[in-house]
Each structure stands twice: as C-alpha cells, then as structure tokens.
C-alpha cells in the first residue's frame, strides 16, 4: 500500500489534459484540492490510529498476491467482503462528510473480474488473463480508477447506431495488429483528473448491430488523445474545518485513443456489453447502500446540530423528522446488507449483490435526497442562506454586534452557533451541495433505470399466484418466492 504523498506525487508526474473554465490545468491545481484531499483521505485512513479497529474492513487480502491491499482495489470474493465494502463505503464517507469516490474504480474492477471471465468461457477470448494481469498492477501499486460508463448520449430516444453521430457512444473505430483506437466522450465522469486509470465501459443493452460500442478497456488517464473537460466543486475551507473536501467531474473525451490489446477486456461482444453495463451499475448501487445511509446520517446529524443550537432538540416535530431520516439510512443500509447476505458467486468466483435489494436501496434513497435537505433547511431556519461572511466574525467592529445578536441555546457558546451555521451553511447552501443533491438522484443510474431493474428482475407471476390462491382460483405451479432468500453456505 502507498502513502497519500505518493499518490499526491504521481498525480503530480501525469501529463497535462486537464481543462478548465478555458484553461489548460495541473492537477495540483487549488480548484482540484477538494477531489484530491477525498482521495488521499482513502490512504491516509489506512494508517489512522482513531480507525485502527477499522482496519479489516479497510483492508483486504488480495486473492492474487496473498497480500494485504486498500479494499477499494479488492476483487470481493465472499459474502463477507460484499458485506465489508459496504461498511467501508458508510465508515469512509464520515470521514469525508459525503461522496468517498473511489468506489466508481473498484465497482467497475469487479464488474470487469465477472465479464471478461464470462467472455473467455463463451468465446475462448483471453480477456481475463489480460484483467487479471492489470489487477495485480492496480493491488501492488495501491491504484486508482473511475468509471467511464455514461456515454453523453445525444437523441435519447435512439440507439448508439441509430444516432447521427456514432462518437456519441464511445466505439471502437479501428482495430490494428496491437490494440484498438477508441472514439467518443463520456461525461459526469467523477474524478477522473485525479486517478489514473480510467476503466472504460459500455452504458447500456447492445444489440447485435452494436458490436463497435461494445468495449471495456483501461485507458491512463493521461494517455495521448484523452482529454478531461472539468468541473470542480469544494466544501468550503473556512473555519479550518477538515479537508477542504470535493469533487472534480469530467466530460471525457477519446480523440482517437490507442488502447494497447493487454488492457482490452471487452471488444464487440455485444451481449456481454449490456451486461458489464448492468453489472458495473449493480455494482455501483450496491455501494450507495453504503454511502447513502452515510449521507443520511451526516445531513441527520446537521440537522440534530442545527436543533440543539437553536434550542429546540426536545420539540415534537423535531424528533418526527429525525425518527424518518433514521427510517432512510436504516432501510437503505438494512438492504443492503441483505443484498450482500444473498450474493452469488459469479464463473470467475467474484461475488455479485442481489439485484433487486440493491435498486429498492438506490431508489429509495434517491428519492429521498432533496426530502432530507428540506428537513435539514426546516429545523436550521434560514440563517444558513444568509450568514454575515467570515470577514464580518473577524471584524472587530461588527463581531461584538454578531456574538449579541447570534446567541440562540444559552448552553451553546458562541463560536460553536457560528461554526455550525457555517458547516451547514457550506454541506448545504453551495456549489458542491447541489452537485450532492444531484449525484443523490442520478448517481448510478437515474430513478427509472433502478425501476427497470427492479422490474425486470421481479416474478410478478409468483407474486399474483400468492393471490390467485388466497383468493381460491386455480393456480397450476407448486407454490415458490425466490425473493425468501438462502442462507448462505459461510453464515
Ligand atoms: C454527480 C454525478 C456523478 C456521476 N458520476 C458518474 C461516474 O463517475 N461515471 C459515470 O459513468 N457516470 C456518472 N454519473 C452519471 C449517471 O449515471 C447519469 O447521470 C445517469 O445515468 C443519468 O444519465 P444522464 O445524466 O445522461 O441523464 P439522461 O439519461 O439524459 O436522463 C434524463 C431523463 O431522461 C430519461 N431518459 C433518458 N433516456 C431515455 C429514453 N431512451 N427513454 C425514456 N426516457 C429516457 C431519464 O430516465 C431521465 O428522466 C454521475 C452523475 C452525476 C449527476
């Protein structure tokens, strides 16, 4: 495992692709520190003595090496290690009060560790020897990766091949005796200009015209034709609290990029592009079972700050709204430890989360996001909108005015009303605060791509025969619900 100084260094040592508001950026810029400090905090935490008991479940022993890794470079090989990321995904994301961004690697790493052994197995492809191959680099060299799934789609309504442009899905334009040139843009990519390797995949079902879209690769961040159109948001730095912590989202766009054969695990086999698509985003909504219910609790615990401050912990409404937000995070993180309890061991012995557990969590919490702000603005009142700027507290003119007028719950001191206005103020009336409220909705996948995986991984018919039955007609199946779940083996 490497220290967070390494990684700052090797982020320091890329090549120069990274655009912003015009200009052409480094990655040690001011403006990417939010994205950078949420990444070193996923080294630092390793070595942090107030974790130490955490330390199983932030490390992991890789199955190739036998050595003790960061989990967020772990092939989950059991019900315990989806059960671990989980609680990983919750524990980091305190850390950093919000998104922790490195799932999007490793939720992609794993979905490639199913598929492309699913490929050799159908197609006698090498795909996985080439993964496995890149693995050990990305587990001893302690990596990083995003995902690069959501291609920007153009006409929504109409199919990679049937767009007026066949760059607005990232598709394989060439293929040459060492590799293959990729071309199009992929877009919100998280943190893509601070990791360094970008895991390429498909966005949706293909069809059997869509074999050129069907491509997974890894691509360096940095690699020539790569270039990252940038949008960054932090918390605000003021009042010396940690971090400053953020995101850095990418429209990434492939210029003609070579992708040398060894990091190409996928290229037109149509149907297993749908499915590493679907699997990435299983993945993925199985790790904001995790970061959701994390979410939950630190917009709960600002909201049970801001109540104390102004002195009404004890109120009924107060503790209404309080009890349904323990109901979210609860729910969400509930499910997705059975989602974890009822995963199966995938061809390649990766372990895959129960599908439909996984999207009832995402949705819910999804649909919930803007909910749990309104709480949060309900018992703060409006002084998070419109508290007097940090330069108004160090005035010594206006302080004393702002120390008088300020004062709320005698039991609270003054500078401790003033730093919890200001918390509030940046978690949720900022730049960064709509980009969480955002990602809350779409992160993973919108709220209707979760309901079509719920549905179309749903037996409705068993569902109604519990009803034909009790209801006495006729019902020729013997009576089975695959949703009671398993034991399974190691519990
Ligand atoms: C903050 C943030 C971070 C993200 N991070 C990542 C990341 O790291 N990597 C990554 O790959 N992606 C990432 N995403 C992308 C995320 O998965 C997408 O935003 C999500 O899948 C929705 O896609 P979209 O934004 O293109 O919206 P659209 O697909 O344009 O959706 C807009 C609306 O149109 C509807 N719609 C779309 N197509 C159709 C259709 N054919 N028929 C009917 N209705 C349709 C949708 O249901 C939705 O209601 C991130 C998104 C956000 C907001």
Redesign the pocket.
Known sequence: MITSSEYRKRLSKMRRNVYMNGQLIDRDDPRMEGAVNIFAKTYDMITDPELKEYEDVLTATSHLTGEKINRFCHIHRSVADLLAKQRMTRLTCHQVGGCIARC?GIDSTNANAVVSYEADQKYGTEYYKRFEKWLRDFQENDRTA?????D??GN??ARPHEQLDPDLYVHVVETKSDGIVIRGA???????PVVEWLNVIP?RRLTKEEGEWAVSCAVPADAEGVKLIVSAASYPAELGAPGPYG?A?SLTVFDNVFVPWENVFLNGEYELGGRLALLF?LYHRHSYTGCKPAMTDVIMGATALMAEVNGIERKPHVSEKLAEMICTSELCYGTGVAAGINGEKSGSGTYIPDIVYCNVSRKHAGENIYHEFDILADIAGGMPATLPRLGDWENPETRPYLEKYMMRNPEVPIEDVHRAFRYVQGMSCSEIAG??Q??G?????????EQIAIMGSYDMEKTKNIAKRLAGIPVKEKYSFDRLGETPEEL
Do not use: I
């Open positions: 999007m995003c995902c690069a799934q959501t920007v789609k929504r309504p992929k877009v919100h990519n998280s943190d893509a966005t995101s989202d985003a980009v969480m955002y990602a909705v779409h992160g993973g996948g919108s709220p209707r791509m």
